[in-house]
């Protein structure tokens, strides 16, 4: 079984500023994908970033990038310049290679707030 | 058009009412989902229909019953609740093809108080 831990419940910004948000996992599959969904006030979750385990490089999304440490089962998501907009509930999650998406193990959630 | 719709957005419920949530998605998914989230908290994940094929989460009690009418609806019937179920009820998809598999894309959610 796999498990994903999130050892920072809240956390907060200043709006302009890049924040940090820490994400580790356990696993003994050699394939997978990991995630990181926003789940923002208006409840609705929207993926972030995906990073495929075989890829050595870093994904990226515009102001969003991750650092991934397959060796130390690290997954850390970077937000730069942060905006108003980015306060929301971050989920760190993980799927095994050819499984459903919707049956990802998530993390507990970090709580981000940007403050103006 | 990648969107999820969930309808109600919100629903009280007595203990005694029966009541169902609806999910709907156009995106040609085959697999679909319904999670219970708690505040705070991760959606834990309820029932799978993949390829028309139910999967249960052994733990969600029987006063929940999904129900999948063809490859785009997800209902979720609700009976006999009790006030812990009261929760954030969110419906997802995924299957795509290509990367679009390795994305679960989620509706708004309904928010369900039982009293």
């Known amino acids: 079984a796999q498990t994903v831990t999130q050892s920072q419940p809240e956390m907060s910004v200043q709006e302009a500023e890049t924040v940090t948000l820490s994400c580790t996992y356990d696993?003994?599959?050699?394939?997978?994908?990991l995630f990181w969904y926003k789940q923002p006030p208006s409840r609705q979750m929207i993926l972030v970033i995906r990073?495929?385990?075989?890829?050595?490089q870093n994904a990226t999304e515009n102001r969003f990038s991750v650092n991934f440490q397959k060796a130390a089962k690290s997954f850390s998501l970077k937000i730069s310049d942060s905006q108003l907009g980015d306060t929301a509930m971050y989920f760190c999650?993980?799927?095994?290679?050819?499984?459903?998406?919707?049956?990802?193990?998530f993390g507990d959630g970090t709580t981000l707030t940007v403050k103006p | 058009d990648t969107e999820v719709t969930q309808t109600p957005k919100h629903l009280v419920m007595g203990m005694t009412n029966k009541k169902s949530l609806k999910c709907e998605q156009h995106?040609?998914?085959?697999?679909m989902y319904w999670y219970k989230q708690k505040a705070k908290k991760p959606p834990e994940l309820m029932f799978v229909?993949?390829?028309?094929?139910?999967?249960i989460n052994e733990s969600v009690p029987s006063r929940f019953s999904p129900e999948c009418p063809n490859s785009s609806l997800l209902n979720l019937h609700l009976h006999a609740l009790q006030p812990e179920d009261s929760a954030l009820y969110l419906c997802?998809?995924?299957?795509?093809?290509?990367?679009?598999?390795?994305?679960?894309?989620f509706g708004q959610g309904t928010r369900l108080t039982v009293v």
């Open positions: 229909y993949s390829y028309e094929k139910l999967s």
């Open positions: 999650a993980f799927m095994k290679h050819m499984t459903n998406a919707g049956k990802s193990t």
């Open positions: 696993t003994s599959e050699n394939n997978y994908y």
């Open positions: 997802a998809s995924s299957g795509g093809g290509g990367l679009m598999n390795t994305e679960a894309f």
């Open positions: 990073q495929e385990a075989y890829k050595q």
């Open positions: 995106m040609g998914h085959r697999a």
